[in-house]
Nanobody, 118 residues
Framework: QVQLVESGGGLVQAGGSLRLSCATS????????MGWYRQAPGKQRDLVAT???????NYTDSVKGRFTISRDNAKNTVYLQMNSLKPEDTAVYYC????????????WGQGTQVTVSS
């Protein structure tokens, strides 16, 4: 059974930091590109950052220089370090695992709420 379990969300003041974690099980972690997405109320789910199995990263423009995605292949876990948080970062953050060879092997976590107060 595949599980992606996010943690680390919460309420923080603008300018603060949070570190999200996504612990995975049931997948061969090294065979997956990992990503973080977010969805604000009334809006679509958008890409925040991705990291390939080889460690290459990609960020949406609004978080470049503030957020850092990383992965620990020994712990089957992906992280999102979020610094200099802004109220517009408020959303539910979701972890995604995308198999690098088979597109239909694509999994989501349950989400974790991040709220940034002004």
């Amino acid at each position: 059974q595949v599980q992606l379990v996010e943690s680390g969300g919460g309420l923080v003041q603008a300018g603060g930091s949070l570190r999200l974690s996504c612990a995975t099980s049931g997948i061969t972690f090294r065979g997956y590109a990992m990503g973080w997405y977010r969805q604000a109320p009334g809006k679509q789910r958008d890409l925040v950052a991705t990291i390939t199995s080889g460690g290459d990263t990609n960020y949406t423009d609004s978080v470049k220089g503030r957020f850092t995605i990383s992965r620990d292949n020994a712990k089957n876990t992906v992280y999102l370090q979020m610094n200099s948080l802004k109220p517009e970062d408020t959303a539910v953050y979701y972890c995604n695992a995308a198999n690098t060879r088979f597109a239909h092997f694509n999994f989501w976590g349950q989400g974790t709420q991040v709220t940034v107060s002004s």
